[in-house]
Nanobody
Framework: VQLQASGGGLVQAGGSLRLSCAAS????????MSWYRQAPGKQRDLVAT???????TYINSVKGRFTISRDSAKNTGYLQMNSLKPEDTAVYYC?????????????WGQGTQVTVSS
């Protein structure tokens, strides 16, 4: 099982980006999917989570600006980021709890850089 994150880039403050996280391999089911971010010199922080049933949670600093979603048919998760701010600059990682055959494990994507210029 692998997770492939994509969609990062350089954007001006106030702009938008859409991150994608595609799971591949032998997948029985995908449980929670989450996005984390890590700014230079800082720890990796949870940004948003979506459950199997579609319930979503966000950190306060992105509420109203970011939207997490998933397409179960495509085994893909998304993070729509609007009204981006320079403080959103970080490497963004996706994580998913995936059942492959009878094994449930957490998997990380490789990270995608998001840079917001002022």
């Amino acid at each position: 099982v692998q997770l492939q994150a994509s969609g990062g880039g350089l954007v001006q403050a106030g702009g938008s980006l859409r991150l994608s996280c595609a799971a591949s391999g032998t997948i029985t089911s995908i449980k929670n999917m989450s996005w984390y971010r890590q700014a230079p010199g800082k720890q990796r922080d949870l940004v948003a989570t979506i459950s199997t049933g579609g319930e979503t949670t966000y950190i306060n600093s992105v509420k109203g600006r970011f939207t997490i979603s998933r397409d179960s048919a495509k085994n893909t998760g998304y993070l729509q980021m609007n009204s981006l701010k320079p403080e959103d600059t970080a490497v963004y990682y996706c994580k998913a709890n995936i059942r492959s055959h009878f094994i449930l494990a957490g998997y990380w994507g490789q990270g995608t850089q998001v840079t917001v210029s002022s």
